[in-house]
């Protein structure tokens, strides 16, 4: 049996992260092969694993690098991946997604890791955590792989709030400014705001708005903004963060994800066509491997929720271990850094006026 003691008896000091088991398409092995990875490399992390016992115990005890630092929370209820998050809210206490949420809001763990519903990870999180103050929604940041000097940009929001107005735009790029200063180490990050193009007089009257108010919210917020960058920008090195709505960001991230494995698929397919191109491809191996990592969506699993009063990390639902332990990374390393105190005291210092646009959609999400 896996050990059921609480995770203060792992080493002091400690981060204790909380997983949601069940949220996972690959099931709950999937979770444990990441707990072990990560485990393995980071002697400075416990766990508190919100999954049914019964399938849980057995996978944990074959691994001792996670005696004594694992806590297993008997649940079995799940939230599917197809439950509407209104739903999710009225029937949803009581799962693993809920524990593992609330585990985070009583100050039993830093930090919360789902694969589960997106929409209703969410819900949940903004009525057990709340928003931080001044924020009207949150966004989901991710870490996008370019050919800056950190190896990433970042871009938000990438689903969270598809009517994200000017105000909203501005509080993501406070919110992205201080991701990257926290998770790329950048002392004073570059923003840009993503446009049809890079005129001033081009995209909707919102970004127009947003523009004015990023570049005159740059000076306190300790950023430069460039200005408005296109969808090329997104991987090159003009830019560090990328400040967008959650429609057009998600649609990129999933172009992106597509054409990284496409690309991996052609390669693979190439390299196999002759007894020559596969020849070449012995030659060619440490070039390939390192190209494959550098494209591998697993090796930057992990959106962050930004703006709520704690650290949630979504993992894409269908993360083998190596993505869970890219997740957990990613949550260890925020939680670690003090990430949501940081980000709160930034956002709450933001000299952003609140308009009537911002109160309408307070009442809104209430």
């Given amino acids: 049996m896996t050990d059921t003691a609480p995770v203060e008896a792992a080493p002091n000091g400690s981060t204790v992260i909380s997983i949601d088991a069940l949220g996972a398409e690959r099931g709950v092995s999937a979770v444990v092969g990441g707990l072990v990875l990560s485990a393995?490399?980071?002697?400075?992390?416990?766990?508190?694993?919100?999954?049914?016992?019964?399938?849980?115990?057995p996978l944990i005890a074959r691994n001792p690098i996670l005696q004594g630092r694992t806590e297993v929370r008997d649940v079995t209820a799940a939230i599917s991946m197809d439950e509407k998050p209104s739903r999710a809210l009225r029937n949803g206490k009581g799962s693993s997604m809920w524990n593992a949420?609330?585990?985070?809001?009583?100050?039993?763990?830093?930090?919360?890791v789902s694969c589960g519903n997106t929409g209703a990870l969410m819900a949940i999180s903004m009525v057990r955590l709340r928003k931080a103050p001044g924020i009207n929604r949150p966004a989901i940041a991710v870490f996008w792989p370019s050919r800056n000097p950190a190896g990433y940009n970042v871009v938000l929001d990438v689903g969270a709030d598809i009517r994200a107005d000017a105000q909203d735009l501005l509080k993501y790029a406070i919110m992205g400014a201080s991701y990257a200063r926290n998770g790329l180490d950048l002392p004073r990050p570059r923003v840009g705001l993503l446009n049809l193009g890079t005129e001033e007089h081009k995209g909707r009257d919102e970004l127009r708005e947003a523009a004015t108010l990023i570049e005159a919210a740059a000076p306190t917020g300790d950023f430069t903004y460039v200005g408005f960058v296109?969808?090329?920008?997104?991987?090159?090195?003009?830019?560090?963060i990328i400040v967008t709505d959650g429609f057009a960001g998600n649609i990129a991230v999933k172009t992106a994800e597509g054409t990284a494995a496409q690309i991996r698929e052609l390669l693979a397919e190439a390299f196999r066509h002759s007894i020559f191109s596969r020849i070449g491809a012995l030659f060619a191996y440490t070039s390939l491997r390192r190209l494959s990592k550098r494209i591998d969506p697993r090796r930057v699993n992990g959106g962050v929720f930004l703006g709520l009063n704690g650290t949630v990390v979504k993992s894409h639902g269908s993360a083998d271990a190596t993505g869970i332990s890219a997740a957990i990374k990613l949550a260890f390393t925020l939680a670690h850094n003090g990430f949501s105190e940081k980000l709160a005291a930034r956002v709450a210092s933001s000299p952003a006026p609140v308009n009537d646009s911002t109160n309408k959609k307070e009442q809104e999400a209430s």
Avoid: C, M, Q
């Fill in 101 to 112: 949420l609330e585990t985070v809001e009583n100050g039993e763990a830093t930090v919360a």
């Fill in 40 to 57: 393995r490399k980071n002697p400075d992390i416990a766990f508190i694993v919100h999954g049914p016992e019964a399938e849980l115990a």
């Fill in 230 to 240: 296109e969808g090329s920008d997104l991987s090159g090195t003009s830019v560090d």
